[in-house]
């Protein structure tokens, strides 16, 4: 089935604009329409996993290297999983946009976005995914500035910078990577390698890496994500974190096993950011008090264990088996567990208006359905045991436990993957508390002062949202029960495209060696949530009320303190170079323009005065002859020159006052907008003058249509100043990236 490989992919693209211009008739046509191509995409999308074979496309000549696209157990599983989002929160975008704005405008780069994903999970060289990787960074910008608040305006410039600063970046990388390959096909990387040196491979990978890692929420480029979610629409903030970011995943997984299988040290890099990110993320949403950057944060630490994962199967080489399947499962179930938690806090946020954790307190104790979807969620993301977040991570765990025992084999220190087997262990912890944090806020506590508001509230969902959540949350329920078979089996059909094999033997996810390793993360997250919430992140209001406080510093944030000071100096530094080499380069024309100024002229007095030379002898030799003969006549010569001169001079003068009298003239500006609106205002108002007049009618002002027009004309140009000012942050990114690029060539 090789053609529902491009229909996967263009189909949302050409549906798109039909989707806008539905909307300009009843805004909720657009929502349908959506709803209606992504349950097409996703009937396609169903029918090519079942198929069980893999399908191959190719167009040869696109963007002068070809379009490659292929369908396999992983990438299949993926386009499947994407197209089951985009048609849960369509289904659920009807009631979330109820009362919104711009439906049409969301409905279109939705649309645009989800082919362009498509096209990256799909993709069979970095060449095709770097194209559709850009595409849906540019769409996806829209989802985050939707609300056009201050704050999404800011969010938005950040997400475009890093977007940039990343696409740069990966385009540097694979420029160097096609050079020492000649290839970037996904099968053909792996035989262009023979022979090569691996270290000579490290700075073209890091590049890519770094690309891939910005739309993942990697360290240090996750920035973004914290921000982009909050103040994005909840059906796009379950897009954005569980598939965008496994966009991103998807490019760091090909490039670490076509090109770093079994390497130490990109192992050892993959396992040390994943780490950071699990860490780091899990304590950004242990302090906060956001209910959506909670999640948001949450989603950059689980992150992390995906890229432990990854460093995990680098590391134990053709024996990775266990960390690849806890790998793509952990990929799986996030994408899950997110799609059913962001959708349930857009329903909060639908009934409270507000996100503060202090504020939607108590809003859930009367809902059953919504807390037990919620519920699913955090189970599953917790860790607990029959549920499918259980399963990913005691995948994860186990496949470090058998690093460790690999390198005690060896003979080797084992110390720094101890530690870090101990930090899975603490992070899980962290998960559990600040999940438990949300839930017992949400469904347990009750609120001060509105809690008989909330209680008194109807249905929080329509039997269409209902559907959409309920749905999700039972997929990822029944997903759990069963981990030894249809998760098992998903990951194995994953496993060719990370050049892995079925484990040797079957894992019992019950046994008590990974019960005890679970559990110790639950154990440790009700101590942190009786130490560190009830306690230090508690407090009392000037009423005497329980409320949640949020300690960390405000000062403490990496974008405000590191990138956009780095980006301030660097500008500054560009323009303390470029101004002193624009004025050079400006004087060097200038010169040659005046030397010609001054040459020509030079030129020409010198053969005016050489000509003047010569016919001056040729007049004095004769004059002088007759001067001797005729002394008398050179009285009479020198009264004609005298009077010649006078008569030239008044001749002159004459010219002066008559035909070269200089005049001035004042120009006419048009009272506003510009000289085109001015004259089609003028021409508008004579044909209603003539029309009028036609038919017996009192004429307008003559200037009515020229104001009007000028008053549209001012509109225009503010929104066009609007715009730039919103993309200039990131066009002076692009810019500084440009420059980078020409240095790493000169460099190299």
């Known amino acids: 089935m090789p053609w529902i490989l491009p229909v996967l992919v263009a189909l949302p693209f050409l549906a798109a604009t039909p989707a806008y211009m539905l909307s300009k008739r009843k805004p909720a046509l657009g929502l349908w329409f959506m709803c209606a191509v992504t349950l097409a995409e996703f009937a396609l999308a169903l029918t090519l996993f079942l198929g069980d074979q893999t399908a191959a496309f190719s167009a040869a000549g696109v963007i002068g290297h070809g379009l490659f696209l292929r369908g396999d157990g992983f990438r299949t599983l993926y386009a499947l999983v994407a197209a089951f989002m985009w048609l849960m929160t369509s289904l659920f975008s009807p009631q979330y946009f109820r009362h919104g704005h711009a439906q049409g405008r969301y409905a279109l780069f939705t649309l645009m976005t989800l082919g362009a994903t498509m096209g990256v999970f799909l993709s069979d060289d970095l060449i095709t995914t770097f194209m559709f990787f850009e595409v849906l960074s540019f769409t996806s910008y829209c989802w985050v500035i939707h609300e056009q608040t201050p704050g999404a305006m800011r969010a938005g410039q950040t997400y475009l910078a890093i977007a940039i600063l990343g696409g740069m970046a990966m385009l540097m990388g694979l420029m160097m990577l096609y050079g020492k390959t000649g290839t970037l096909r996904f099968e053909e990387l792996a035989g262009a390698l023979d022979g090569m040196p691996r270290k000579s491979l490290y700075l073209p990978g890091i590049l890519i890496l770094a690309g891939f890692g910005a739309k993942a929420g990697m360290f240090p480029l996750h920035v973004w994500l914290p921000k982009a979610h909050p103040v994005a629409p909840a059906p796009a903030s379950a897009l954005l974190s569980g598939v965008l970011t496994k ?70 080489g053709e024996h990775n088996a266990l960390a690849a399947q806890g790998t793509v499962l952990h990929m799986l179930n996030h994408s899950l567990i997110k799609l059913a938690l962001f959708m349930a806090a857009g329903v909060v946020y639908l009934n409270t208006h507000t996100l503060d954790l202090n504020e939607v307190r108590g809003y859930g104790r009367r809902k059953p359905g919504l807390m037990l979807i919620f519920l699913v969620g955090t189970a599953s993301i917790s860790g607990i045991p029959f549920f499918s977040g259980y399963a990913s991570k005691t995948l994860l765990h186990e496949s470090m436990i058998e690093y460790i025992v690999h390198v005690q084999d060896l003979g080797q220190n084992a110390l720094l993957y101890q530690i870090a087997e101990w930090l899975f262990v603490i992070t899980g912890g962290l998960t559990f508390c ?248 003028r021409f508008s108002g004579r044909i209603n003058y003539l029309s009028r007049r036609a038919f017996g009618l009192a004429p307008k002002d003559p200037n009515h249509y020229v104001y009007l027009y000028a008053a549209v004309w001012t509109t225009f140009r503010d929104t066009v100043r609007r715009l730039l000012r919103t993309l200039s942050f990131g066009l002076i990114l692009f810019a500084l990236g440009l420059v980078v690029l020409l240095a790493l060539l000169l460099i190299k």
């Open 434 to 681: 600040y999940m438990l944090k949300l839930f017992i806020t949400i469904f347990v506590q009750k609120h001060p002062t509105r809690q008989e508001e909330y209680d008194r509230m109807g249905a929080s969902m329509t039997p269409l949202s209902a559907f959409a959540l309920g749905g999700s949350a039972l997929v990822l329920f029944v997903l759990g029960l069963f981990p030894q078979g249809p998760l098992t089996e998903l990951a194995n059909r994953s496993l060719p495209f990370l050049k892995a094999h079925e484990p040797a033997h079957a894992v019992d996810y019950l046994a008590w060696v990974n019960l005890s390793g679970g559990g110790k993360s639950l154990v440790l997250g009700i101590v942190f949530y009786a130490l560190f919430v009830q306690r230090w992140l508690s407090g009392k209001d000037d009423d005497g009320q329980s409320i949640h406080l949020n300690r960390w510093p405000a000062w403490l944030d990496m974008e405000d303190r590191l990138y956009r000071p780095m980006v301030k100096a660097l500008v500054k530094q560009g323009y303390a170079i470029a101004i002193p080499l624009g004025a050079i380069e400006k004087l060097f024309p200038f010169t040659v323009k005046l030397g010609y100024a001054i040459a020509i002229p030079l030129g020409a007095i010198e053969r005016v005065m050489q000509f003047a030379v010569k016919l001056g002898y040729a007049i004095a030799i004769p004059l002088g002859a007759i001067e001797r003969v005729f002394p008398a006549l050179n009285v009479v010569f020198t009264f004609l020159s005298r009077l010649l001169e006078s008569l030239v001079d008044s001749v002159t003068l004459l010219l002066m006052r008559t035909v070269f009298k200089r005049t001035s003239e004042i120009p006419v500006y048009p009272p506003a907008g510009n000289r085109i609106t001015f004259a089609l205002g």
């Open 247 to 316: 966009v991103g995943i998807y490019g760091i997984l090909v490039l670490s096993i076509r090109l770093f299988a079994a390497d130490l040290t990109w192992g050892q890099l993959l396992l040390g950011l994943g780490l950071i990110n699990m860490l780091l993320g899990a304590v950004l949403a242990l302090f906060s008090i956001d209910l959506k950057r909670t999640l948001a944060c949450s989603s950059m630490s689980q992150i992390g264990f995906i890229l432990f994962g990854t460093g995990t199967s680098c590391l134990l």
